[in-house]
């Protein structure tokens, strides 16, 4: 039996998810790859527990409770091999932790964007790393083949012409919902309200979380490129970011109108509006886009995820992936996949 | 620098782009995986050539005038540690060479259909080598994630309630073309002439192609099952197999008002037809099925595959995974994605 020691930071939905995912799939790793994952510390933002032997159920249930104020970077030091550190969280103060765990020999796998999306710099040094040390596909459209699928182009030799998708399962949802009729206002009150939105929706609204996204794309395309170098539209103007939540829900109706002709205007034409990010060798833009309804990205409904490859392969007829690209459940699916990923580079030959 | 040798069989249409495709990789490999892939051994149906130290340029490129008469067997018992066993061909005698490659301690990567669809024992014999010592994604819709995306539901603990799809290019390009409003026996006609059908037509209307990559989904799925068991429709009648091709193709003509009439009594409710295979936990079916215009597989144009994944975790909104799924160009890719899987495997850690 290998065993796998796993470091866990971030237990929000998706590290619980993540945890009682593992559960589920413990036995049938024994059986099948002979993989035993000892999941001995767990840390939130305000501390964490840790037992080489691994941790009982009731720690980890009644978690944070049981948090014992344990350092994570000690523990990465003095963890023995082999191991992987889980990034379930949305820090921007991971990256130093990605940096100590390669040095002690150790493995990453995260859904947490922030480390790619800072300086090209600190990207850079994690850069040297992937497709051996640390596995993100969830950091783009959670469990969809996404970043495989486009590092399986650029390793094959094949050459991307432009990536263009719906990366938000939010701006899907409220946009799906303005051409079936809904005011502007109401579409976001209902996704905030069916925990679609961020608890302030403004960060959904801003569009940086479609950029973020976009940042990787482009970089892992070998673009140098900083956050504020893409072209990003935001759904309200920057004057509303000093209101409160609840009177930005209130303002926000000043823009019913607006969008409501908006879509009558361009689906007089067949057409309808997405918030769309596209890459490609020479520009990086992500807001709103007029696209035709029939099409892949005017078909989407409700809050899926849409990407969309031209390649010099996939030219004249492009690869999709679509599905839902956010959630708990499917989000920890795809970091349990890189946990796999992961364990088998470690353990095979 | 590490250093795999290659044997490859099969040096048709896919065998050839491989090889090119090497080539354009091989720089890129090299720096950034420190990777050397050495092609030192190609067979084809007459016979092989093979030099430890690597085929020169001129032996690649006049193959099979270069072919020297050495069996492969001989070839696999003797080369030294790592390779890799790549099989472009549609033979379904391949199955023993890559149980010799296994116990020398080699890896396979294959496009090859045949070893996974013979019987349930030989199928039962390679499974054990799954997601360790043989890669075989272009198997079914050549380098689109499908077998990848698959193996990840399996392995995180997910569970599949049906994979439907359309797996056939040509069989997609004569309906969307009858659909069109073109005569089946001429859309047929215009696949053969582009190239889109295997030289005799029947290979792909007798749906067996399709019933093929059917049955590796349902084996994977864990499904016991034999070629026999999957309810296959056939776009001929049995009694046409013993036509010529130039006879069968005239003859055909005979269904042209039959398609015409379906085509339009269901266009009539705004539905298609298309060639469908299903597979759940309690059936597998491959055959004509009417589908909404305006959904997925009704949307499908030309010669695209679609994959539509449902799961527990992907039920409402399913994952689908869409695009050219042959050819070539897009078969080497996946090909040599799966090569580099391999190829990590043999050097991490």
Redesign the interface.
């Known amino acids: 039996m290998h065993k796998i020691n796993i470091i866990h930071l971030g237990i929000g939905n998706v590290g619980k998810e993540f945890i009682k ?1 593992i559960g ?2 413990s036995p ?2 024994k059986r ?2 002979g993989i035993f994952l000892n999941y001995c510390g767990m840390f939130g933002s305000k501390g964490g527990v840790f037992d080489a032997e691994g941790l009982s159920e009731k720690k980890i249930k009644n978690f944070p409770k049981t948090s014992s104020g344990v350092d994570v970077k000690e523990v990465l030091e003095a963890i023995a091999d082999p191991f992987i550190l889980i990034d379930t969280t949305a820090s921007d103060k991971t990256l130093e932790l990605f940096m100590l765990t390669f040095s002690h020999g150790g493995y990453v796998v995260t859904s947490n964007k922030k480390p790619f999306t800072q300086s090209q710099e600190q990207f850079d040094q994690l850069e040297k790393y992937f ?2 040390k640390i596995f993100f596909e969830t950091t783009v459209g959670a ?3 996404v970043i ?2 486009l590092n ?2 650029i ?4 050459s991307i012409s432009e990536i263009k998708g719906c990366f938000s399962g939010t701006l899907g949802y409220i946009f799906f919902h303005l051409e079936e009729g809904m005011l502007f206002s109401q579409a976001v009150k209902q996704a905030k309200e069916r925990g679609f939105t961020e608890p302030d929706p403004r960060d959904d609204l801003s569009g940086m979380d479609v950029a973020r996204k976009a940042l990787i794309l482009a970089r892992l395309l070998g673009k140098r490129i900083e956050i504020e170098d893409i072209k990003t539209e935001s759904l309200y103007p920057q004057n509303m970011d000093g209101l409160t939540v609840d009177k930005f829900m209130e303002t926000i109706r000043r823009f019913d109108n607006e969008y409501k002709k908006k879509i009558c205007k361009v689906g007089a034409r067949s057409r309808t509006l997405r918030y769309v990010a596209s890459v490609t060798a020479s520009s990086c833009t992500v807001g709103v886009e007029e696209v035709e309804k ?1 099409g892949d990205l005017g ?1 989407l ?4 995820n849409i990407i969309v490859f031209k390649t010099k ?2 030219d004249k ?8 690209g956010a959630g708990a ?2 989000t920890a ?2 970091v ?2 890189d946990v ?1 990923e992961a364990a ?6």
């Open positions: 995912e589920e799939v049938s790793w099948k790859y497709g051996k469990a969809l083949p495989s699928t399986n182009f390793d094959t030799g094949d029939n078909n409904k409700g809050p899926d392969r996939y007829n492009p690869l999709v992936v679509r599905g839902p459940s499917v699916e795809g349990l996949a796999l088998k580079f470690i353990y095979h030959s």
